[in-house]
């Protein structure tokens, strides 16, 4: 049986400020709590989960000696962040912050300037993972990577790709290469008719207000998607981010 304590600090941890104070995140349903246990046992704090996900997955909870507690429904519901929670919620310790591994092999860089969905930053990071990506960075005014809604709207991609929040220009000062920044823009060039040169960098910008950022000294390109003139005035910039990584993708591997 959980304590109040301990279902107080799991609830918590749906606000920022308690996943700081505690340096631990969640994550919900069976496909991903099995993902993580699969891939990153060394995240794993707690899984919680009910009987069922206990019987059928008993043999992998001990081969890879997960921490791992059975509780009621009940008390699922009281832990969780979902409306209608599935088996499973897993508790989290977030990986080191900052740029552990060297980034002079990185061709192909994401940086998402202040997006502040988190339904469009989970969709962003499978993306990332879909096309290869090396790297995605984020502004330190971006919407919480561990975010909950992020967590799930990632479907696992978080716990595979290589991301760090950092500024633009603090990244770029401290990099031994130049590498060809491409600013995405509603008044850029067409995105299908530009050469992508690698090392690379792709910005994509808040959802109202676009990219912001002023970067010191570097050459940069501002590209778009074109319209075929349709009335509509701008793409989601999860769908932007998917048009211009594709197109990269296609001229550079």
């Given at each position: 049986m959980l304590s109040k304590q301990e279902i107080q600090i799991i609830r918590s941890l749906g606000i920022k400020k308690y996943r700081q104070k505690y340096l631990k995140y969640l994550a919900e349903g069976e496909k991903i709590c099995l993902e993580i246990i699969?891939?990153?046992?060394?995240?794993?704090?707690?899984?919680?989960?009910?009987?069922?996900?206990?019987?059928?997955?008993?043999?992998?909870?001990?081969?890879?000696?997960?921490?791992?507690?059975?509780?009621?429904?009940?008390?699922?519901?009281?832990?969780?962040?979902l409306k209608h929670p599935n088996n499973s919620l897993i508790v989290l310790n977030m990986p080191e912050s900052g740029l552990n591994q060297e980034t002079k092999n990185c061709n192909n860089i994401l940086y998402l300037d202040d997006i502040s969905d988190p339904g469009n930053l989970g969709t962003i990071m499978r993306t990332v993972e879909w096309f290869?990506?090396?790297l995605l960075l984020l502004s330190p005014n971006c919407v919480d990577p561990y975010n909950p809604k992020v967590v799930q709207s990632s479907m696992g991609s978080l716990f595979r790709i290589r991301f760090s929040i950092v500024e633009l220009n603090h990244f770029l000062n401290?990099?031994?290469?130049?590498?060809?920044?491409?600013?995405?823009?509603?008044?850029g060039k067409n995105a299908f008719q530009t050469e992508f040169k690698n090392p690379s960098i792709l910005v994509l910008g808040n959802e109202s207000q676009g990219v912001q950022l002023k970067l010191n000294d570097q050459a940069s390109e501002v590209i778009s998607v074109?319209?075929?003139?349709?009335?509509?005035?701008?793409?989601?910039?999860s769908i932007a981010g998917a048009i211009l990584l594709a197109e990269m993708y296609k001229k550079n591997g």
């Open positions: 699969h891939a990153s046992t060394e995240l794993i704090d707690t899984l919680y989960c009910l009987e069922d996900f206990h019987v059928r997955h008993v043999a992998i909870l001990e081969n890879k000696a997960i921490n791992y507690s059975v509780i009621s429904k009940k008390e699922l519901q009281k832990i969780s962040q290869g990506v090396d401290n990099q031994e290469r130049d590498f060809n920044v491409y600013i995405a823009d509603m008044n074109p319209s075929a003139g349709s009335p509509t005035e701008s793409l989601n910039v």
